[in-house]
């Protein structure tokens, strides 16, 4: 096991600024809903942000990610520029996917993003074929998926892990345990404490993490990925986290206790970072304030271009439902 | 049939390292019904995977592999199972590609046995295109020879989409010429198994074979019936259907999946968009099982399945004027 190295100064400015730019982003997203610009729903990755941070942070250039309904801060964290993201949830033709997958379906293979998936566990099998093929072309990559609490109760997650162990498989299984499937809290899933508890009935190891200190992922995350590429197989890691949003902006209720809410906040995962950086490194708050403000600006500039970018042309409507082929001719599907 | 399936693997996977086969018991067993035979020991454990009973992960398997450029084969050990399977094909592999806005191709070929008329009941035994043939995105293939079988599974393993291979159990014993030389069959292609002038039998699968031996029955009366059998149901080649429905002026459609919302629905649909009722000499017919579950007895599954019985009465129900 090759040891976790302690980020730099210059590192830990660039995982709060990411985080900041999901935060940013997601708040605009819910701006954008408000006024009619994005149809169907948003869901906000509001309060989990070191998790993505944390674990991209781990991976490299040919490393994949899958993602889910709850994607966006997936995609930034893996490197996905803002604007074409921006323009895929308002429904433009600049979006990375033309306009058709929408906020819950977000794929850009130029950047190891294999898609997000509105099933919520439905890409961990995918994943784990994913990583098994890079094995097989002689690549090093590892694929990481990522998925909630909620999607561990559904049968392909039981499938998934158990074909990614015994293929040994380079994937690492990030579930992001917020506790609340949107109104349906943990205990009611789950009669265990610990899903990474399940881990070690598939054979290989779980490890739960607070999935609010960023630091703490990272270093975890770059274990699980060091040992997937060294060929030892799968990692399920448990982040243990909270969205501070209501589940979507299409369903605004929320039944969570207030207090609970409260107790959160306060272990936001943003503000520790900078309490961190500020206590511990040399950083100011002022340093803080222009790395936000940073953030804040990009987004706005990404809206700005999405919203003065064209939506797609009806006729784009019936492409890429098949990739080319021979047969693929004119009146040939219906 | 089934020596025809697995000749066309053995040549993929020599000509194309990308190719690989995973299913329940298709390596060391050599799957159990041979399709796989061999293929192990020629190509190693790394492209040959005995998987555990998981349809479902080893379908999104495929198709996570097909995302990276593999150009995976699942087996479907029944071809019932693949309800287990139905999110990761319809929901994630049909659909991977139009919602990346073209950004991905899924090269995915999952295939398996339909099972009926052996008395293996209502889970092992459904006719199930129609389910498949409805999903955009998906490619629905259904073999009647192994000529046809063996070159439509090369086709499918080189196509850059997700294709569905419905094989008829009964048929992989059934032998018929194939070349030693290399070839393949072209998705979406029908192929007139008989030639004639008084009806057209559209039927796929094991349904050519009832079509071609009522028509061998009836020459003797003097009724030639054409078949046509579309090989491809999706995308079916309907110029072929709809150029012999204008010469016989009769269409019949025989099929072994249920009659409600099935495929032979969907050829008659089809057709009558481009042939008008008008010219036609008679009100297409549609030759299905029946709407339950595949029984168990013998006598019940014959009374469900369509029989040679019940396409005599089609083309005695058509020629009637």
Redo the contacts between chains.
Sequence with gaps: MTAVETPTLAALEQSYLTMQRIRAFEAKAMELFAEKYIRGSVHPYTGQEAIAVGVCEALRAGD?ITSTHRGHGHCIAKGLELRPMMAEITGRAT???????GSM?I???RHGM??A?A?VA?????????????R??GRDGV?VAFFGDGAAQQ??FH??A??AS??SAPVVFVCENNQWAISTPISCAIKIENIAERAPGYGFPGEVVDGNDVLAVREVAQRAVDRARAGEGPTLIEAKTYRITPHSAATPMDNRDPEELAHWRERDPIGRLARRLVEEGSVTDARLEELALQAHAEVEDAAAWALDSPYPDASDAI??????????TP???? | MADALNEALREEMTADP?V?VIGEDIARHGGLFRVTAGLLDEFGP??V?D??I?E???????????????R?VVELQISDFVSLAM??LV??AAK????????????LVVRGPISNAIGMAAQHSQTLEAWFVHA??L?VIMPSTAYDAKGLLKSAIR???PVLILEKRLLYSRKSAVPTDEYVV????ADVKREGSDATVVAAGSSTHLALQAARQLARDGVELEVVDPR?L???D?ETIVDSVRKTGRLIVVNEGARAGGFASEVVA?TLDHVAISELRATPVRVTAKDTPIPYSASLEREVLPSLDDVLAAVSEVMRD
């Design positions: 994949y979006g990375y996917c033309k306009g058709r997958g379906h794929t850009a293979m294999l898609g998936d099933i439905g890409s961990l099998a995918m994943a784990v074929g994913a990583a098994y093929g890079l097989l072309q694929v049968g392909i499938e998934a158990n074909l015994v293929l492409e890429d439902v098949y990739a080319p082929a021979e047969w693929l009146g040939r599907l219906s | 990308s690989l790394g492209r995977i998987s555990p998981s479902a992960a080893i379908t999104g398997f495929g198709a996570g592999g097909a995302l990276i450029g593999c995976p999110d990761q929901n994630h991977w590609r139009y919602m990346s806005g073209g950004q991905v191709s899924v090269p955009p995105g490619v196509d850059d989409n072209p998705i979406g292609v491809t999706k995308p079916l309907i089809r």
